[in-house]
């Protein structure tokens, strides 16, 4: 039986999971939640792997001074720091996948992201890391802005809480934009892309 070819060419985007967020001595309310998502992550690598599709490691690195630390938000995965680097845990293979430390909340901003993936001919994004509210949700907001398709991955991403992160979930699950944009686990992704 020959298998069917993917409609789309699809990227995975690994966003923000990095040291700082799963330090013991510094635990945060997401960590728990976070790292319930490396088995779903770490699947989906190897699939992609098997596929020689893109993985792409997307990391907070920020500094000291910028401007986003100048409300409640204190500072953290700085540049250069072993902070700002990808957790332990997940399956990042440094000689074929991309890392790409980012200054901001969007993989996109200011990274030069969106030509990385329209030279290797991408067209869908699928996202995954913390958190669902922000970082999560803007590189969604993003992508689509830059004319990807967008599966947010719900059991590959996490926010503070399960309501929370939850709460976006169900605000996007049923959009205009489907479907371009669209919710759904990590295990409806050969079917997303067989559509």
Same mark, same amino acid.
């Given at each position: 039986m020959e %298998?069917? %070819?993917p409609k789309d #060419? $699809?990227?995975? &985007? *690994? /966003? !923000?999971? *990095?040291k700082d967020n799963f330090n013991p001595d510094h635990p945060l309310p /997401?960590? $728990?939640l976070a790292q319930k998502t490396f088995a779903p992550i770490n699947d989906l690598c190897k699939m992609f792997r098997e596929h020689g599709w893109p993985i792409v490691f997307s990391t !907070? @690195? =920020?500094?000291? !001074? !910028? =401007?986003?630390? #100048?409300?409640?938000?204190k500072p953290h995965s700085l540049a250069g720091t072993p902070g700002a680097e /990808? @957790?332990?845990g997940l399956d990042y293979r440094p000689e074929t996948d991309i890392w790409q430390p980012k200054p901001r909340f969007?993989? =996109?901003?200011?990274?030069? &992201?969106?030509k990385i993936l329209h030279d290797q001919g991408i067209t869908l994004c699928a996202i995954a890391g913390i958190s669902t509210n922000f970082c999560i949700l803007a590189t969604v907001m993003d992508a689509i802005c830059h004319d990807f398709k967008v599966v947010l991955l719900e059991d590959c991403t996490a926010a503070f809480s399960e309501s929370m992160h939850e709460s976006v979930l169900g605000i996007?699950?049923?959009?205009p934009l489907y479907p371009l944009f669209r919710v759904a686990p990590s295990t409806e992704m050969k079917? /997303?892309? %067989?559509a």
């Open positions: %298998q069917r %070819q #060419k $699809p990227a995975l &985007l *690994v /966003i !923000d999971l *990095v /997401i960590t $728990p !907070d @690195a =920020f500094h000291e !001074d !910028d =401007f986003i630390f #100048k409300g409640r938000m /990808i @957790a332990d969007s993989a =996109f901003f200011g990274t030069g &992201l969106e996007y699950r049923r959009n079917e /997303i892309l %067989q």
